[in-house]
DNA sequence: GCTAGCTGATGCCCG
DNA sequence: AACGGGCATCAGCTAGCG
C-alpha cells in the first residue's frame, strides 16, 4: 500500500518525465545534480516503478559509477547520461572555480549564492534535515524553498559555465563532458581529432618518469618596503613557441599550431574584455580569458600527462630548465645593479630595487632594462608596486598593496587546513605589521587569548573543516594496515549516520581538556557544537594562537628585512640541477 | 618513564 | 587522471634525557 505522500511522489516523476519530454530542454542544470538530486531521482523511480525516459529518443536516464580529478581533490560521484541532452552540475562548475580562486569556505548552493552576491536576500531558507518535515506541514513553503534554489542554481551556471560552453564549441567533446575533463585530456582530444582526420597512427603514450620544475627560492624574511613584482608573461607557452619545444612525437606538428591558435584566440579575447561597453559582455570576455589562459599553460602539462599520447618528458624538462635559466639570469642581473631579491617563484619575483630607484617611472626604467637581458618573445613585465610586503617562507607572504589592501599567499598563510580564528589572527596581524602599528600586535594576541577564555567565538571561527579523500572503507584498511594515522575527519564521518563519499566535507572541532589531547579523538563535528554549553577545548586552542605567534615574533621583532644566508636561502630546482628523485 | 624531534602521510596552496 | 615545488598538521616512533 502506497501513503498519500508516496502517491504524490510518483505523481511528481511522472509529471517530472512529461515537463522534460514537453520543454525538450538541451541542458539540465543542477547544483549537486550528479552527486545527490539524480541519485535520489533514481532511487524514488525504482521504487514507484516509474521510467525515467528523460532522453531524446525516449531512452531512460543511465547512471554508473565515476571519478573525477580536480587539483588534488579526487571526487567520487555517480555519473549520469540520456540521450540527446547534457547534464550539468553546477557543484562541479564551483570545485572547478575554486581550484584558482581558493576563496569558497563551503560549496553547498546557498553558500555559493552568497558568496558571489546571487541571492536574493528574501529567499526561504528551510534547514536540509527538515525538509520532510517542513513538506507534511506546509508544503507551499518547500515550493518555494525548492523555487528560490532553482533561480540560485541558474544564476550560478550563468556566472561558471560560460567558458565551457565555449569550449564544447572548440573541443571534440559534449559541453557535459568537457566540464568532468582535465585540460590535458582535453588537448588529447585535438591532437587524436586532427591525426585521425589524416589517417595517420596514434602513439603510445611515453612511461611517466619525473622531471624538475621551476626555480623557486626565497633570499630574505620580514618586511620588505616599496616592493616590485615583475613577472614574464606566459613563461612556458612562450618558451615552447620561442624555443620550438614540442613533443617529438608530433611529426604533424599540430601541438604548435593549436599552441598559437589558443593563444591567439585568447589575445583577441582579453581585448574583447577591455573594449566591450557591456558589464555583461565585458566579464564574459573576461572569464573566457581566462579559461584560454589556464588552457593554454596546460600545453606544458600536457608534455607531463602519463596518459597523453603525445607526451615527451624530455621536452617537459626542457620547458622547465629553460624558464630556471631565463628567471635566474634576471636575478643575477637585478643582483648587480643594487636591488634586493626577496622571493622568486617560476615566472616571477618580488624585489627591492636599489636606493636610486626613486619614482614610479624610474621603476618602469629599471624593470625596462632588466627586460631587455631576456631574448626576443620572452617578455618581462613589471605587475604591481608594494607599500609593504611581508615576506615569510617559500611561497608565503603577505603583501599590502597602494589601495590598502591587505594580499596573503602562501598555504602557511591563509589555507582552509587553519582554523579561521587563525586566519582572522594573521589578517589583523599583516594588516598591523605592514601599517607600521607592530607595536599593537602584543593587544592583538591577548584579545584573541581572552576571546577563548570567555567562550566570546562562534564554532565557525575555531572549526576545521576537510575534505575526505579516501572512502571510509579504504581510511579503515589503511589505519588497520598501518599505512595512515588515524585521523579526526574521517573517524568522526565513520562515527555518523549519514553516509559518506570522497569528496564530502567534515567540520569539526576539539573538545577536552589540556594541550595534550589527541585530535582524532577529541574532535566532535561543529553541528554539534552548543553555544549554550560551549566545550571547546580553550587551552588546545589558546595554544595554537600562542604557536602562530612564536613562529611570526622574531620577524615582526626585528622590524626588518632579514637576508637568509646562502645555506639558509631554500634554494630548491634552482638553475642547472637536475632530475629530482 | 618521559619528551623533543624526527618521519611519513595527508591536505592545501603557488605558479 | 595537466605539471612540480612547498608548507602545516597530526600521529607514531625513537633517541636521549632525568
Request: aromatic fraction near 10%.
Amino acid at each position: 500500500m502506497l501513503s498519500g505522500k508516496e502517491l504524490d511522489e510518483r505523481a511528481m516523476l511522472e509529471e517530472l518525465g512529461r515537463l522534460i519530454r514537453e520543454r525538450d530542454p538541451d541542458v539540465i542544470e543542477g547544483h549537486n545534480l550528479f552527486r545527490f538530486d539524480l541519485e535520489y531521482i533514481e532511487a524514488r523511480a525504482r521504487r514507484h516503478r516509474v521510467p525515467l525516459a528523460w532522453g531524446r529518443d525516449g531512452g531512460p536516464l543511465r547512471g554508473h559509477a565515476s571519478r573525477m580529478q580536480v587539483a588534488e581533490r579526487t571526487i567520487a560521484y555517480r555519473r549520469y547520461e540520456v540521450h540527446g541532452r547534457h547534464l550539468l552540475d553546477t557543484w562541479v562548475l564551483v570545485q572547478h572555480y575554486d581550484v584558482s580562486a581558493r576563496d569558497l569556505e563551503s560549496y553547498s548552493l546557498k553558500d555559493v549564492a552568497l558568496h558571489f552576491g546571487l541571492a536574493d536576500p528574501g529567499r526561504t531558507y528551510i534547514d536540509g534535515d527538515r525538509i520532510s518535515a517542513c513538506w507534511d506541514a506546509d508544503s507551499e513553503r518547500v515550493l518555494a524553498y525548492a523555487f528560490d534554489d532553482v533561480r540560485e542554481t541558474r544564476a550560478v551556471a550563468d556566472l561558471l559555465a560560460r567558458p565551457y560552453f565555449v569550449e564544447a564549441q572548440v573541443f571534440p567533446y559534449p559541453y557535459q563532458t568537457v566540464v568532468l575533463r582535465g585540460n590535458a585530456t582535453k588537448i588529447d582530444g585535438l591532437l587524436l581529432r586532427e591525426y585521425l582526420r589524416r589517417r595517420r597512427a596514434i602513439p603510445l603514450p611515453s612511461p611517466a618518469r619525473p622531471f624538475a620544475g621551476g626555480y623557486t627560492a626565497i633570499f630574505c624574511q620580514g618586511v620588505a618596503r616599496n616592493v616590485l613584482h615583475a613577472d614574464v608573461t606566459s613563461l612556458y607557452p612562450s618558451i615552447m613557441l620561442t624555443f620550438s619545444v614540442f613533443p617529438a612525437k608530433d611529426e604533424l606538428g599540430v601541438f604548435p599550431l593549436l599552441l598559437r591558435d589558443l593563444r591567439e584566440y585568447r589575445l583577441a579575447a582579453k581585448a574583447l574584455a577591455r573594449r566591450a561597453e557591456e558589464p555583461e559582455a565585458r566579464s564574459y570576455a573576461a572569464a573566457l580569458q581566462q579559461t584560454f589562459k589556464v588552457l593554454i599553460n596546460s600545453f606544458y602539462g600536457y608534455l607531463g600527462f602519463p596518459m597523453g599520447h603525445w607526451n615527451d618528458y624530455e621536452a617537459a624538462e626542457r620547458v622547465t630548465a629553460t624558464g630556471r635559466e631565463l628567471i635566474g639570469k634576471v636575478v643575477t642581473w637585478l643582483r648587480t645593479r643594487g636591488a634586493v631579491v626577496v622571493e622568486i617563484d617560476t615566472d616571477g619575483l618580488y624585489l627591492v630595487p636599489p636606493p636610486e630607484v626613486r619614482t614610479e617611472e624610474e621603476a618602469e626604467r629599471f624593470m625596462a632594462e632588466a627586460a631587455a637581458i631576456l631574448p626576443e618573445g620572452i617578455r618581462l613585465e613589471q605587475e604591481g608596486v608594494y607599500p609593504a610586503m611581508f615576506s615569510y617562507k617559500m611561497k608565503n607572504y603577505a603583501l599590502l598593496d597602494p589601495d590598502g589592501r591587505l594580499v596573503i599567499k602562501g598555504s602557511g598563510l591563509r589555507s582552509r587546513g587553519l582554523e579561521r580564528f587563525q586566519r582572522a589572527w594573521m589578517e589583523e596581524m599583516f594588516r598591523l605589521l605592514l601599517s607600521g602599528e607592530a607595536e599593537a600586535i602584543p593587544g592583538l594576541v591577548q584579545r584573541y587569548l581572552d576571546d577563548f577564555a570567555r567562550h566570546r567565538l562562534d564554532v565557525r571561527m575555531f572549526m576545521k573543516t576537510e575534505t575526505l579523500q579516501d572512502s571510509l572503507e579504504t581510511y579503515r584498511e589503511k589505519v588497520r594496515a598501518r599505512r595512515r594515522n588515524p585521523a579526526a575527519p574521517y573517524e568522526l564521518a565513520l562515527g555518523s549516520e549519514r553516509p559518506y563519499q570522497p569528496g564530502d566535507q567534515v567540520s569539526y572541532y576539539v573538545t577536552g581538556e589540556g594541550v595534550k589531547v589527541k585530535v582524532h579523538e577529541a574532535a566532535r563535528l561543529a553541528t554539534q557544537w552548543d553555544p549554550a554549553r560551549p566545550d571547546e577545548n580553550v587551552a588546545y586552542y589558546q595554544a595554537k594562537l600562542l604557536n602562530l605567534w612564536e613562529k611570526f615574533r622574531p620577524l615582526v621583532e626585528h622590524g626588518r628585512l632579514l637576508p637568509l644566508e646562502e645555506g639558509e636561502a631554500e634554494e630548491d630546482g634552482g638553475p642547472g640541477e637536475g632530475v629530482v628523485e
